[in-house]
């Protein structure tokens, strides 16, 4: 048991290795672009965003809005 216990911490660098298969690296939203319906100064005005652009390790990255909305934080694998 004492043996097995020794290399139980191979477990952390594999689960950070599958979560970075299979959902990505972390990136952030820091830019968009949307329609304002005329009321651009206005923060509680309606906004329907159309691209964001997020910052990660991969770079800038734009997209389209997901359903006229950028969520805050995304996760993107190198080659999508």
């Given at each position: 048991?004492?043996?097995?216990?020794l290399?139980?911490?191979?477990?952390?660098?594999?689960?950070?290795?599958?979560?970075?298969?299979?959902?990505?690296?972390?990136?952030?939203?820091?830019?968009y672009?949307?329609?304002?319906?005329?009321?651009?100064?206005?923060?509680?005005?309606?906004?329907?965003?159309?691209?964001?652009?997020?910052?990660?390790?991969?770079?800038?990255?734009?997209?389209?809005?997901?359903?006229?909305?950028?969520?805050?934080?995304?996760?993107?694998?190198?080659?999508?």
């Amino acid at each position: 048991m004492r043996i097995a216990a020794l290399f139980l911490w191979i477990m952390v660098p594999i689960g950070f290795w599958w979560a970075y298969a299979v959902y990505g690296t972390p990136h952030l939203v820091l830019s968009y672009r949307f329609h304002d319906n005329g009321d651009i100064y206005n923060p509680l005005a309606h906004r329907r965003y159309i691209n964001c652009d997020y910052l990660g390790v991969h770079g800038w990255i734009t997209v389209p809005a997901v359903e006229e909305n950028c969520p805050w934080v995304r996760f993107f694998k190198v080659n999508s």
